[in-house]
C-alpha cells in the first residue's frame, strides 16, 4: 500500500472521531427525549474510546515486517525483543480503553435504571415536561 | 518508600463494600451494618491519620500498586495537601457512619445499600485524594460520581430525588467522560499519566530530572516529547477542567448540586457538602500548583497579553465571584433547610475560588503561599461547619418531618443541645471571631489584598454580609419562632446530639488554635513547600527513589 494514502486514511479517521464528538455533544445538550439523550452519551463512551485507541495506533512503513505482534520464543533474547518492539504497538491506550468500557457500562446501566425510574414516576422522558413540572414545584416549595 | 497505610486506605472500604451485599442475604440487622461502615471507616481515620502525621513532618509518603516502577503502574502520593484533606475525609466518614446508628432506625428499608455506597463513597474520595496517577483520578471520580448518582436516587419512590439524579448523573457522565477525554491528550504527547513523571515532562528543569523516571518513559526536549505538549496540554486543562468544576460546582455547573444535596439522605448529604465538593476543588488546585506550575514553560504562551495558566487562574476567579454572589443572594428566599445549606455551600465554594486569583505567577511566593494556605483551611472550616448545619438541621427535619422552614419553627428551643452546635456552625461559616471560619476568611483576605486583588479581597467580605440574612433567617426560625405547641413527648437524640457537640467543640478547639497561631505557621510552610520548585523536585524524588528501588537501576 501507499504511504500516503495510509497517511491520508489515518488523517481522514481522525477528523471523522471529531466530527462524532461534536455530534455526540449536541446530542446529549440539545435532545430532550432521556433515551436519545442515552443513546449520544453512548456514542460519546465509544468516540472516545476509539480515540484511545487510535493513540496506539503504529504508522506502517515500507519495509516493515508485517507480521502479528506475538512473541514466540519463551526466553527471548533482546535481539527478538527489538524486533518485537518494531511490530507491536502501544499496549497501554488498550488498557485505559479496557478499563473506561467497563466504567462506562456501569455508568450506562445505572442510566438506564433511573430513566425507568423517571418514567415510573412522571410517566414521560421528555426532560422539557420534567422541568415544567419542576418549576411548578419549586415555586409552591418556596410560596 | 512503599507504606502500607497509604495503600490500604482505599482497598479497605472498597472490601468492606463488596462484604456487605453478601451479608444481606443472611443478616437483617441494622445496628450491624452501622457498626461495620463505622469499623471501617474507623480503621481509614487510624491510617490517615498516621500518614498526616508523618506528612506534618515533611516527608512524602508513597505507595506502588502491584510492585510496578512508578510510570508504569499505579502510585499513590501523599504530601501535605491531600494528607490534611484525606484525614478530613476519613473523620467525616467516620462521624456520618455513627450518626447512622440513629439514621438507621429512621428509614423503611435499604440500610444495607446506604452502608455500601457510603464506603465506596468513601473509597473514592480517598482515592481521588491520595492518587500520584492521572488516569487513576479518573477511575476514583468514577466510582465517586457512580456512588453519589446512586446515593442522591436513594429514595426512588420520591419523584424529585429520582428527578435531582437523573439531572446530575446525565451531565455527570458527561463531565467525567471528558476527564478522561483530558487525560488521553496528556497521554498522548507526554507519553505518561503519572504526575511526577508530568512533573519532569512540563517542567524540564535540571533540578528536577530523574533518570529513574526517564528510563520509562523517555525525555522531553522543548515542545516535543511525542506530539506537541503546548497544545494538547492546554486542551487537555480545559476539558479536564470543565470535569472538576462540575464536582466542585462552580457557577455554570452548580444546577445540579441544590436538587441533589435536598433529596439525598441526611447523613449523605452533609458529606456531600463536606467533603465531596473539595475533591473537584482538590482537583484543581493540583493541577496547577503541581502539574502546570508557574514555573513551567507549558501553559506559559501568552494569550490577550496574559500567560495562558494565569488567564486560566484569573478566569477561575472570575467565575468564584459569580458563585459566591449567586450562592449567597439565593439562599435568603428558600424555604426548603436542605436547599439553603446547600446555596450556603455553593457560596462558600465561590470564596475558595475567589482566592485562586492570588495563585498567579506574577505573586510573590508569600502571598500565594498565604493563599493556599487559606484555601486549605478554608476547605477544613466549612466541611466541617456545613457537615454540622446538614448533620443538625437534617436531624431536626427528620423529627419535625418536614425540611420546610415554616414548619419548623421554634424546634430549636426543644432541643437546646442540638441548637447550639447549630448556632456555633452558622457563626463560623459567617465568620465570627472565636470560631475557626473567621481566620480562614481573614488568611484568604490578607492573601488576596496582598496579591493586589482589593476588589476581590472585599467581595469575600460583601459575600459572608449577604449570607448572614440567610443564616440569621435559620437561627430566628429555629429559636424565636412559635411553633405549634401540640408537637408532643420530645425525641431522644443521644447520638446525633454527641457527634453535633464533638464537632462544634472541633470549631471552637481549631478556632482558639489558630488564634494562637501555631496552626497558621505550619500551613504556611507547608504551602510554602507545595508551591517553591524545591517542594516539586521533593515530590519528583520520592517517586523517582520508589521507581529506582522497585525498577533496579
Known sequence: MDIELIKFMFMLTTISLYFNVAISLYGVVSKTNLVKKLIALTIFQDTVNMFTILIGYKLWRPGLLLQPPVLTDLSPTSETLREFVERSVDPLPQAFVLTAVVIGLAVTLFLTTIILHVSYHFKTVNVDEIGRSKRVYIHEEAV | ?553
Request: aromatic share 14%; with cysteine.
Open chain 2, 1 to 553: 518508600m512503599n507504606e502500607l497505610s497509604v495503600g490500604l486506605v482505599t482497598v479497605v472500604p472498597v472490601l468492606a463494600a463488596f462484604i456487605l451485599p453478601v451479608l444481606t442475604l443472611k443478616f437483617r440487622s441494622r445496628a450491624l451494618y452501622a457498626t461495620i461502615t463505622t469499623a471501617t471507616t474507623f480503621f481509614t481515620v487510624v491510617l490517615t491519620l498516621i500518614n498526616l502525621l508523618e506528612v506534618m513532618k515533611g516527608n512524602i509518603l508513597t505507595y506502588s500498586f502491584g510492585g510496578w516502577p512508578p510510570p508504569l503502574g499505579i502510585v499513590y502520593v501523599v504530601d501535605s495537601l491531600n494528607g490534611i484533606l484525606g484525614f478530613l475525609a476519613a473523620t467525616l466518614f467516620f462521624f456520618s457512619s455513627l450518626y447512622t446508628y440513629w439514621y438507621f432506625n429512621k428509614i423503611e428499608s435499604g440500610y444495607e445499600w446506604l452502608s455500601t455506597l457510603t464506603l465506596l463513597l468513601l473509597a473514592g474520595v480517598l482515592g481521588c485524594l491520595y492518587t500520584g496517577d492521572l488516569f487513576n483520578f479518573f477511575v476514583m471520580l468514577e466510582v465517586l460520581s457512580v456512588s453519589s448518582y446512586a446515593l442522591v436516587a436513594f429514595f426512588r419512590r420520591r419523584k424529585w430525588a429520582v428527578e435531582a439524579s437523573m439531572a446530575y448523573s446525565f451531565i455527570g457522565a458527561l463531565a467525567t467522560m471528558l476527564f478522561f477525554f483530558g487525560v488521553i491528550f496528556i497521554y498522548a504527547s507526554f507519553g505518561t499519566v503519572n504526575i511526577a513523571d508530568l512533573i519532569v515532562k512540563t517542567h524540564q528543569d535540571p533540578q528536577l530530572a530523574s533518570k529513574y523516571l526517564e528510563a520509562w518513559s523517555g525525555k522531553c526536549v522543548g515542545e516535543w516529547c511525542y506530539g506537541n505538549v503546548f497544545i494538547s496540554s492546554a486542551l487537555a486543562v480545559a476539558l479536564m477542567l470543565w470535569a472538576l468544576n462540575f464536582e466542585a460546582g462552580v457557577f455554570p455547573n452548580n444546577y445540579w448540586m441544590p436538587s441533589a444535596y435536598a433529596e439525598s439522605p441526611t447523613p449523605v448529604s452533609a458529606l456531600f457538602a463536606g467533603i465531596v465538593d473539595k475533591v473537584g476543588t482538590y482537583g484543581v488546585v493540583r493541577l496547577f500548583i503541581t502539574l502546570f506550575t508557574a514555573y513551567s514553560a507549558v501553559l506559559a504562551f501568552p494569550l490577550w497579553g496574559v500567560a495562558f495558566r494565569d488567564l486560566i487562574l484569573i478566569v477561575l476567579s472570575f467565575l468564584g465571584l459569580v458563585t459566591g454572589y449567586l450562592g449567597a443572594l439565593l439562599m435568603f428566599p428558600q424555604k426548603n433547610v436542605k436547599r439553603l445549606l446547600t446555596y450556603s455551600t455553593i457560596s462558600h465554594i465561590g470564596i475558595i475560588f475567589t482566592s485562586f486569583g492570588a495563585l498567579i505567577s506574577r505573586v510573590p511566593l508569600s502571598a500565594s503561599a498565604e493563599a493556599l494556605s487559606g484555601i486549605l483551611l478554608h476547605m477544613i472550616t466549612h466541611a466541617i461547619g456545613e457537615f454540622t448545619l446538614f448533620l443538625g438541621l437534617g436531624t431536626l427535619s427528620i423529627v419535625v418531618g418536614s425540611t420546610n422552614l415554616t414548619k419548623m419553627q421554634g424546634v430549636g428551643s426543644k432541643y437546646p443541645l442540638i441548637t447550639a452546635p447549630i448556632i456555633i456552625g452558622f457563626l463560623s461559616l459567617l465568620g465570627v471571631v472565636p470560631l475557626a471560619g473567621f481566620f480562614s476568611k481573614f488568611v484568604m483576605f490578607t492573601a488576596l489584598m496582598k496579591a493586589g486583588l482589593p476588589l476581590h479581597a472585599i467581595s469575600i467580605v460583601i459575600i459572608s454580609g449577604i449570607s448572614a440574612l440567610g443564616y440569621f433567617k435559620v437561627i430566628y426560625t429555629l429559636v424565636v419562632g412559635r411553633g405549634s405547641e401540640e408537637g408532643g413527648a420530645r425525641e431522644r437524640l443521644l447520638i446525633p446530639t454527641s457527634i453535633l457537640l464533638i464537632l462544634a467543640t472541633s470549631l471552637l478547639v481549631l478556632g482558639v488554635m489558630i488564634a494562637q497561631g501555631a496552626i497558621i505557621n505550619e500551613l504556611m510552610n507547608h504551602a510554602e513547600d507545595l508551591l517553591s520548585i524545591d517542594g516539586l523536585s521533593k515530590y519528583v524524588n520520592s517517586v523517582s527513589e520508589l521507581s529506582k528501588i522497585l525498577g533496579g537501576s
